[in-house]
């Protein structure tokens, strides 16, 4: 029973990172139409700045959140400007984020080589911290990314269906041009809104970097949890990203202390599959900004 | 506007064609035409060794190969394309091979296999290179060795961790693991366990599902040889845990809960690179460290900036302190080789497995192609199974057709000690005023 406890909580807790690395990509794709494979690199470019300046400047690697996530942002923004002056539709943006994805990561492999990075834990208190009920474990650094997960979650939807920034979103999403009707600046709401999406990126980056040994190849594997994640969640449904991430943080950790570890990528895929057959549109579809 | 489902499967249909083709090179090179990164060892006569050299001459000799250096292999490739860079340098800074100098014709193969066969193809083929060496990974050697094999060509290679696979009369690995460390290596870590007088009554199996990892704790499919587990159950321990866990976990959370559970004496993690790392960190978030621990191929590094990582032991064939460190040229060679890991900006610069097996390889040619006289393969393949080679970091080496040309299993044990890897078994070859800690009631 305390095994399958601590497996629940973890995959809970390991979902809320999950979620935390889907919601960008979730509110591209669903608000801006930008299938952001680049979203990868970006979390990934962010643990290695997190690695640098925790290993060069013995910085706290939680407080270089402070750093990352402003710089994120503008890349971010910067980046749909650009995809704004290219035109990009959904298909074209796959290719052109793509392309970025292999930008960055040979510029990661040019600057750090491939070999493994990891803060040591001089400057990483978090990566063993746990905090105890009874004999079930709950990781500090992972707790915090749930936390973050949450806020951010719960802050999204609050914004895109509570203010006018995010009436503006969800028109764009629907129709750019009888939004610009109504007075809306596509363009701006899309740059801000690309700002924020990196911004998550680059946090998620942090909690990669605090939890876990980094090299190249990492983001890759990500592909898979990830977008199970975004297509479970619904496309631009932040509280959908993140049941969804709960949901397959559970289903992994449960089937891994009941089937075996190997069966943890079985169930999440039955899960995708299920749900593109089920719920196409996501968990939660209701709240979608789609 | 929500996006019409058939064009979402479709969208979706793509990006998993872009993540097959993003896997195989973790996306960090093109993947339409494989890379011609070529590596010319200088010959420039910038020589700073002090003994009299004649200068190459002639046309170079060519030695084609390929190595992990994007991809998931990469971390270690590019361990791999430092040390033969020295070598080459260090071989024509020394006169070359056969009086000629010596040029690397390296391509990336990007970690897939498939790649790997095609650039020997080319290699031979179009390039007509010389010589091959072998490239790095189980896969991309098993895939290499056959096409050196159609073409006759004598193969050495580093560390191919599927030994029974492998017949080709000239291929020879530089990796003294033995044609069965599926028996030996694990006989190493309990002979080990054994000697301290205190041996593991429990012991847990955390195994990856690589194929070289499955058959070190397995033994080879169809066979009832050896396997870690097989093996331990012999000695009377108890299997309390044995777990496979697929080589892209990142999730170590329900495995480290499993082995709390299980609670074994010793715990084999029969994985690679940063499993062991990842799994200790998962075990300390929740208060959990077994009294002993075995890692099978770990990235040394990391395991070293690990908490909770002292303590834990893995198999080696060198490691720069004493006795390895005895003869000055390992010292003058590693401190070549510290220097090319650390200008390619790899963080771990000590000579260990990987470097030490890398430099044995080139050591394989060089002595076969400087017998034979000639870069006749036949002749080379001959002086090579006739002659043995010497080995800076392996000592000599008799290569056994019997046994598919490997020979004696001379894996040591080392394990993590005031923040260090030592030697500690056997005790010949322990680092000075160092042993074995192991104590199951810690």
Same mark, same amino acid.
């Given at each position: ?43 990934? *470019? ?13 910085? $706290?690697? %939680? ?59 001089? *400057? ?47 028109? &764009?999403?629907? $129709?750019? $041009? ?18 924020? /999406? /990196? ?20 983001? &890759? ?10 297509? %479970? ?14 949901? &397959? ?18 169930? /999440? ?14 968990? %939660? ?6 | ?42 010959? !420039? ?21 390929? @190595? ?168 009377? +321990? ?12 990142? !999730? ?10 299980? =609670?074994?004496? #010793? ?50 064939? #060198?490691?720069?302190?004493?006795? #390895? ?17 650390? !200008? ?17 390889? +080139? ?11 000639? @870069? ?13 080679? =010497? ?29 260090? +890897? ?21």
């Amino acid at each position: 029973m305390e095994l399958i406890s601590q497996g629940i909580v973890s995959g809970v807790l390991i979902g809320g990172l999950y979620a935390l690395m889907s919601l960008g990509l979730s509110l591209s794709w669903g608000a801006l139409k930008i299938i952001n494979l680049a979203h990868f690199s970006f979390i990934l *470019l962010s643990a290695y700045l997190v690695y640098q300046m925790s290993v060069s400047y013995s910085l $706290d690697p %939680l407080l270089t959140a402070l750093i990352v996530v402003p710089l994120f942002f503008v890349v971010g923004a910067a980046m749909q400007v650009f995809f704004h002056k290219v035109q990009v539709d959904e298909f074209k943006s796959l290719i052109i984020t793509f392309g970025i994805f292999i930008i960055l990561q040979s510029l990661i492999r040019t600057i750090w080589s491939a070999d493994f990075r990891r803060i040591g834990s001089e *400057l990483n208190p978090y990566e063993t911290q746990s905090i105890f009920v009874g004999r079930i474990a709950l990781p500090v650094s992972q707790l915090i990314a749930f936390g973050a997960a949450v806020l951010i979650a719960v802050g999204m939807s609050l914004l895109l269906s509570r203010t006018y920034f995010g009436k503006a979103v969800r028109a &764009v999403a629907q $129709d750019r $041009d009888m939004a610009r009707a109504f007075g809306v600046d596509p363009r701006r709401v899309a740059v801000i809104l690309s700002g924020l /999406t /990196t911004a998550f990126s680059a946090l998620a980056g942090v909690f990669i970097a605090v939890g876990q040994t980094i090299f190249p190849g990492l983001a &890759v594997g990500w592909f898979g949890v990830v977008f199970s994640v975004v297509i %479970l969640g619904g496309l631009g449904n932040t509280l959908g990203t993140l049941t969804a991430g709960v949901v &397959v943080g559970v289903a992994n950790g449960a089937a891994s202390v009941t089937w075996g570890p190997l069966a943890a990528p079985l169930v /999440t895929f039955l899960i995708l599959i299920a749900a593109l057959l089920f719920r196409p549109d996501g968990l %939660l579809t209701k709240r979608s900004v789609a | 506007m929500k996006a019409p489902r058939r064009r979402r499967y479709l969208i979706l249909i793509t990006v998993l064609a872009l993540i097959a083709a993003a896997c195989g090179g973790d996306g960090t090179t093109e993947t339409t035409a494989p890379p011609d990164t070529e590596t010319t060892a200088p010959s !420039d006569g910038e020589t700073t060794t002090s003994e009299e050299m004649e200068e190459p001459s002639g046309e170079p000799i060519r030695i084609g190969g390929t @190595l992990a250096l994007t991809g998931v292999l990469a971390a270690t490739g590019i361990i791999h394309e430092a040390v033969g860079e020295v070598f080459v340098e260090r071989l024509n800074e020394q006169g070359g091979l056969l009086g000629r100098p010596v040029e690397w014709v390296l391509l990336d193969d990007e970690s897939v296999p498939d790649q790997s066969a095609a650039a020997y193809e080319r290699l031979i083929t179009e390039d007509e290179v010389d010589l091959v060496i072998g490239p790095y990974g189980t896969g991309n050697i098993t895939s290499a060795m056959a096409v050196a094999e159609r073409y006759g060509y004598v193969f050495p290679h580093h560390t191919a961790s599927l030994t029974y696979a492998y017949n080709y009369a000239c291929h020879f690995s530089s990796w003294s693991t033995g044609l069965h460390p599926n028996i030996t290596n694990p006989n190493l870590i309990y002979d080990a366990l054994e000697s301290t007088g205190t041996p593991p009554e429990t012991i847990g199996f955390v195994v990856n599902e690589f194929p070289g990892t499955m058959f070190i704790a397995y033994g080879q499919d169809g066979t009832d040889e050896g396997g870690a587990v097989a093996l331990a159950e012999d000695r009377g +321990w108890d299997v309390v845990l044995d777990l496979t866990f697929p080589t892209a976990t990142s !999730d170590w959370a329900p495995i480290a809960a499993q082995i709390r559970d299980a =609670d074994p004496d #010793f715990l084999y993690i029969a994985g690679l690179g940063v499993n062991a790392s990842q799994l200790i960190t998962a075990m300390q978030a929740i208060d959990y460290s077994p009294a002993g621990m075995f890692s099978q191929w770990p990235a040394p590094g990391p395991l070293l900036q690990t908490e909770g990582a002292d303590g834990i032991m893995s198999v080696t064939v #060198f490691e720069e302190h004493p006795p #390895f460190t005895d003869d000055p040229e390992a010292v003058e060679v590693s401190a070549l080789i510290n220097q090319a890991l650390a !200008d390619a900006g790899i963080p771990y610069t000590k000579v260990e497995t990987q470097a030490a097996a890398s430099w044995t390889a +080139w050591e394989y040619l060089q002595q076969a192609a400087e017998g034979a006289g000639s @870069l006749d393969q036949e002749a080379m393949c001959d002086w090579l199974l006739e002659n043995g080679v =010497d080995t800076l970091y392996q000592g000599h080496i008799d290569f056994r057709p019997d046994e598919q040309n490997y020979f004696e299993d001379l894996s040591k044990l080392k394990q993590i000690q005031d923040g260090d +890897w030592w030697v500690v078994y056997p005790e010949e070859f322990a680092a000075p005023d160092r042993s074995l800690i192991f104590s199951p009631d810690e």
